[in-house]
């Protein structure tokens, strides 16, 4: 606890270091799995149970050794209508013996406790017989079947190294020298390690992906036979359509799997600039140390694969350094989140206070904290008073009302959980809920529901007192210099009323031809702004990720070491008609999100920053703006 609360990042490699040196080695290192050793520990009667992760499946594994031990193994994947088909699968299996594989067993949770049962009460089954079962964790799972299995994972190998080395044990001679084109070897190498990238970048969260994509063994043999057929039907004289190629990964096989457009940006970046005439070239590099070998036997590739970092740097995928920061501190979030949910949650029995008594306290400090109501009646008035109908105020109008409904939900809380701690009304489930998620500093789970998301119950709360200061000073004080954007349950509402408020202000404009635009001030903070722009809005709060911000020539540049966010100075928005502006191709075309965890109900809008090196870069980089990072 002390090293997590001086340095998040080091927690699991210190906790790692500390169960070595008490307990032994054996128990800080990753374990292989051995199936062949699992299945003699095994019976007729003890199911085993593989719990899938991202990236992995044991089916071929599971396969291979039932082979090599010359029995019979069959497969149902589980979904509607395929518990007949398990069941006769494994009634058959227990009389003439042989392996049975259910996969995807959370798709048919009600037929497992009649599997439990076939399994475990079946008079007479013969030695052979196994029942194999893969699952992704769920929280249904029948917990008597997981008691009487036993349990086993299938973590796919991790980093580069271990992606192309995995890629290439599954390419034989033949293949290697199918296509006579200098460019065939070069181009299946680039493929396998844009293979390993793509899913290595999952392990860095919205930083790697916005969306953790599942990009499997069939993206990449589809990828190589599109490749191969390109090259074959290439007209040597012009030599490779780059454009074709890169389209077909891209937007097809790999791109077919991303919904995301800044997903789509990133893996169309990659494609630009790993593949082209100049991979050929013998200084080419993804990045030091990752070089395109030229080899022509499948050993000797092999053999140079060996040659690469076991351990990579955040920079081999495009990414700043600070982005294994970021890794590792998720990382031991998870952990620490882990071990707190399995914690017992019964009262105290021995010395100290109660969780009722310390939730009971919390209580009554954020009641003393929580601001007033909003007055309908006054709101009205003074809204009236700034005009009704502007679209600005119209916009206040519906923020209040959502504040207000929170408000009144946490004052109603926090005086029933008060009144069931003290026994005058019965603790029902929501209440619970509200007891166990304060103690534990989470926001309970009905105030999520209509408010916003945020790390501890601490954060949440102060972000309350904030939001609900901007609306109050903006609705009897007047309108801001600047806008406090994290600040709004409806973001986007906010810039749409903006555009129509700069619209109308232009004859001839039309709202469908109006888009925003933006430019970064010089000004630091809020405390800065004077007056407000004469037309469109200030916007302060807004932080980088993924990138930092050099205030002297107003551009984006490379993080500091160590530091994960920069604050982006006042920006002005407003807005253009798109018939006489367009974007500069030249700036970073950023996008911004509500909180760190990059989704489409995240999503506000895209603002142009400078910059003095290629875009490209900072899409690799995962580049983005932030209203919020707890």
């Excluded at 599942?214 to 990449?220: A, H, K, S, V, Y």
């Excluded at 998720?330 to 010395?351: C, E, F, N, W």
């Excluded at 026994?423 to 209440?431: D, F, K, R, V, Y």
């Excluded at 408020?501 to 031809?513: C, F, M, P, Q, V």
Aim: charged residues 25%.
């Amino acid at each position: 606890l002390l090293v997590r609360s001086w340095c998040p990042d080091r927690t699991i490699p210190q906790a790692r270091r500390y169960i070595a040196n008490t307990l032994g080695e054996r128990y800080a290192e990753s374990v292989i799995l051995n199936l062949e050793a699992m299945w003699e520990e095994s019976s007729s009667r003890v199911p085993m149970i593989c719990l899938l992760s991202m990236g992995s499946d044991p089916t071929a594994s599971i396969q291979q050794l039932a082979k090599h031990r010359k029995l019979e193994c069959r497969e149902v994947s589980m979904g509607q209508g395929q518990e007949v088909h398990a069941k006769k699968l494994v009634q058959s299996f227990q009389q003439t013996g042989g392996w049975a594989l259910l996969q995807n067993c959370h798709l048919g949770l009600g037929f497992l406790p009649e599997l439990q049962e076939m399994v475990q009460s079946a008079e007479s089954v013969h030695e052979t017989f196994r029942l194999w079962i893969t699952t992704e964790a769920h929280p249904k799972f029948p917990i008597n079947l997981l008691q009487c299995s036993i349990k086993f994972t299938n973590e796919p190998p991790q980093g580069i190294k271990a992606g192309v080395k995995r890629t290439f044990a599954g390419i034989s001679q033949e293949q290697l020298d199918i296509n006579d084109t200098p460019q065939w070897k070069p181009m299946l190498y680039g493929v396998a390690f844009l293979h390993s990238v793509v899913q290595e970048r999952r392990k860095f969260g919205p930083l790697g992906w916005n969306i953790p994509y599942e990009f499997n063994q069939g993206d990449l043999i589809a990828s190589i036979q599109a490749v191969q057929n390109h090259l074959d039907d290439m007209d040597r004289k012009k030599g490779v359509a780059w454009p074709t190629v890169r389209y077909m990964m891209a937007e097809v096989h790999y791109g077919g799997r991303v919904t995301d457009d800044r997903d789509k940006r990133l893996l169309n970046t990659f494609c630009n600039v790993w593949f082209g005439d100049f991979m050929f070239a013998e200084k080419f590099e993804f990045y030091k140390g990752y070089d395109i070998p030229v080899r022509k036997t499948i050993g000797e590739y092999r053999e140079y694969i060996e040659t690469l970092p076991n351990v990579d740097s955040p920079e081999a995928f495009g990414l700043h350094p600070n982005a294994d920061i970021t890794y590792q501190t998720t990382m031991a979030r998870s952990v620490l989140l882990t071990i707190v949910d399995i914690q017992p949650k019964d009262s105290s029995g021995g010395a100290g206070e109660s969780r009722e008594t310390v939730v009971q306290r919390m209580c009554h400090d954020f009641l003393e904290k929580l601001p007033a109501d909003f007055v309908p009646h006054e709101v009205r008035a003074r809204l009236k008073k700034m005009g009704a109908m502007n679209s600005l105020n119209i916009f206040l109008r519906q923020e209040i009302d959502r504040m207000q409904k929170v408000v009144s939900l946490v004052r109603q809380t926090l005086s029933d959980l008060i009144l069931a701690i003290d026994g005058t009304i019965i603790m029902n489930e929501a209440l619970r809920d509200a007891l166990d998620n304060m103690f534990d500093a989470r926001v309970p789970k009905a105030w999520a529901n209509i408010s916003w998301m945020s790390a501890t119950l601490g954060f949440w709360f102060t972000e309350l007192l904030e939001r609900h200061a901007q609306f109050y000073t903006w609705c009897f004080d007047g309108r801001p210099n600047s806008f406090w954007m994290t600040g709004f349950f409806n973001p986007q509402g906010f810039l749409t009323a903006m555009r129509q408020e700069i619209t109308r202000a232009h004859k001839g404009w039309a709202l469908d031809s109006v888009v925003c635009a933006n430019e970064v001030t010089k000004m630091a903070a809020k405390e800065d702004v004077t007056s407000p722009p004469k037309e469109g809005v200030y916007v302060h709060g807004l932080i980088l990720d993924g990138a930092g911000w050099d205030r002297k020539t107003s551009t984006l540049t490379d993080m500091s070491p160590k530091i994960l966010f920069a604050p982006l100075p006042v920006t002005w928005i407003y807005a253009i008609n798109a018939t006489t502006g367009e974007r500069d191709k030249k700036q970073y075309e950023c996008p911004v999100y509500k909180k760190s965890r990059r989704t489409d109900l995240e999503y506000i809008t895209m603002l142009d920053l400078r910059t003095n090196v290629s875009p490209e870069k900072w899409a690799l980089r995962g580049t983005a703006l932030l209203c919020d990072t707890k």
